[in-house]
Every structure is written in C-alpha cells, then in structure tokens.
C-alpha cells in the first residue's frame, strides 16, 4: 500500500486549499474500514491529529481547526481529502495522511509522504 499525498503549497492568510491523499494498492473493502486521518508537524514537534475519519464516516477534529477544515473520503477513487479554509499563518506545517485499521493507533497503518502547506502574506 502506497500513500500519495499531494495539494500544499503556498497560500494567503483566509485563503483555502484542498489536499489529497490517494491510496495504491489497497483493495476496497479495506479502504472502506481504514480510519484515515491527516496529521501536521511542525518545526521541531512531533505529528499532531488534524482530522480523522472512520470507516463508518464519524469524523474528528482538532479544536484548532474545527469549523474550518473537512475531511471526506472517496471510495471510487481511493483518495481521502481534506479541505482546509481560513487558513491562518499558524497552520503553516508539512502535513500527512495516515491509513490504518479501525481502532489502532496510526503506527499500525500506513503514511504518506508530507506536503507543506505555508499560509504567508
């Protein structure tokens, strides 16, 4: 299984972006169940939880973002996403996906490599 994490980049303070995150060679069934989530890091911190979301489709957000960012997942086309607007200098970070079974922690599953998303005026 390969996760392909695409979408960052440079944008202004309010301004909105839309990553993606597309999972290879995972048959449907398990994409289905996996809990996905996108986490964030900072310079000289560990990954924090962005947003998760369950095989069954309950999410969770960080209060930091909450009202602000959604995350969806899309079962045809394997690819989980989150949109994320209002951006605020503060949510400049490299961001990653993570797929993994229900009820494990991300460790158990699958990352992708980071995007960096840098909210600047």
């Known amino acids: 299984v390969q996760l392909q994490a695409s979408g960052g980049g440079l944008v202004q303070p309010g301004g909105s972006l839309r990553l993606s995150c597309a999972a290879r060679g995972i048959i449907l069934s398990v994409f289905s169940g996996n809990t996905h989530a996108w986490y964030r890091q900072f310079p000289g911190q560990e990954r924090e939880l962005v947003a998760s979301?369950?095989?069954?489709?309950?999410?969770d957000y960080a209060d930091s973002v909450k009202g602000r960012f959604t995350i969806s997942k899309d079962y045809g086309k394997r690819t989980v996403y989150l949109q994320m607007n209002s951006l605020k200098p503060e949510d400049t970070a490299v961001y990653y996906c993570?797929?993994?079974?229900?009820?494990?922690?991300?460790?158990?599953?699958?990352w992708g490599q980071g995007t960096q998303v840098t909210v600047s005026s």
């Open positions: 979301i369950t095989g069954g489709g309950s999410t």
């Open positions: 993570n797929s993994r079974p229900q009820r494990t922690g991300p460790q158990s599953g699958y």
